[in-house]
């Protein structure tokens, strides 16, 4: 059905808006039309959404989520530490070493980005063998507190990785496949306010989620602890070279003051395990999975399946018109 009207300048402004109105009232009334006579075809298609979605959450692996609440070392222990560095860099600066920007990086900083890091993570997963527990676990059984590996990714009994690969990928994972995928699981935080660290780590496990927590924080403070020695080690050595070869007395005497100021260093990186970071609050077994969040999914997965099945119902009606 049309209608025709003029819009010629014999015809008021309130006439061509009444036919506006009566285009605008006739296309809400078609469009309630569609959605009546497709009450079919909306009630199979919200039907089949709304169980796709509730088959989601139900069939959906719980993930469970440990984490750790850490500090940076104590104000005192880092003044120290500080001063200890300031001195050492003061003194070489006499004697005309140059130490480079290393000793004033704020060493919370770091140790976050090196947390991050291919090299760290790489050791972390080769150190703590979790290869398998990464990449082929399938489920966790509450009742025997024991993780069921994936046949078809890798064979328990002949102990080979058996998963099926295209292209130039083996079957056992490499790892930048294990890096990319352990970088799904954990993550490290740090509050702005309180400078309080979080580091969490999510697995289909309760009980490998944390223990993956207690052996970051384990581990990022031991590499911590083991750059600042070995730095130490180096300039140490260094400066006993220079020792040698220095023949001035006052040269030798600020050059032995550098190396005491290194064995202080030294000392204190080897008397401390929590190196970096100190555990305020201790990861626990979760009790709880963290997802998936079913009843979220069911209601967007409503609220989804009304909207498809209103806009289908819809197209079908004018498609029939046409």
């Not at 040269?251 to 032995?256: D, N, T």
Request: glycine share 4%.
């Amino acid at each position: 059905m049309s209608r025709e009207f003029d819009v010629s300048p014999g015809k008021s402004c309130s006439n061509v808006q009444s036919y506006s109105n009566d285009f605008q009232e006739i296309d809400l009334k078609e469009i309630w039309v569609a959605i009546c006579s497709g009450k079919k075809i909306i009630t199979i298609v919200f039907s089949i959404i709304l169980l796709s979605s509730v088959f989601v959450a139900v069939w959906s692996k719980d993930i469970y989520k440990a984490e750790a609440l850490l500090a940076p070392v104590s104000n005192d222990e880092s003044s120290r530490l500080s001063s200890l560095t300031g001195q050492f860099g003061t003194i070489a600066a006499m004697a005309g070493i140059n130490l480079g920007a290393g000793s004033n990086v704020d060493k919370t900083a770091l140790a976050m980005e090196v947390f991050k890091s291919r090299d760290f993570l790489r050791g972390f997963i080769d150190r703590n063998d979790i290869l398998i527990e990464l990449m082929a676990s399938e489920s966790w059984d509450e009742e025997t507190h024991k993780l069921n590996v994936n046949e078809d990714v890798y064979d328990m009994t002949d102990s080979v990785w058996v998963r099926k690969v295209t292209g130039k990928k083996e079957p056992k994972p490499s790892s930048q496949e294990a890096i990319k995928e352990l970088l799904k699981k954990i993550s490290i935080e740090q509050d702005k306010n309180t400078s309080l660290i979080k580091v969490s780590v999510k697995h289909i496990s309760p009980v490998i989620a944390k223990r993956w927590v207690d052996l970051l924080v384990k581990d990022i403070n031991e590499n911590m602890r083991a750059r600042d020695i070995d730095e130490s080690v180096r300039y140490i050595n260094y400066l006993n070279k220079r020792i040698e070869m220095t023949k001035v007395s006052d040269m030798r005497a600020i050059l032995y003051r550098l190396i005491e100021e290194q064995s202080k260093i030294l000392m204190f990186a080897e008397s401390r395990d929590e190196y970096i970071f100190k555990t305020v609050d201790a990861a626990l077994i979760p009790e709880e999975p963290n997802e998936p969040r079913r009843f979220l999914i069911v209601m967007a997965g409503s609220l989804l399946a009304l909207f498809i099945s209103l806009m289908t119902a819809i197209a079908v009606y004018f498609l029939k018109k046409q």
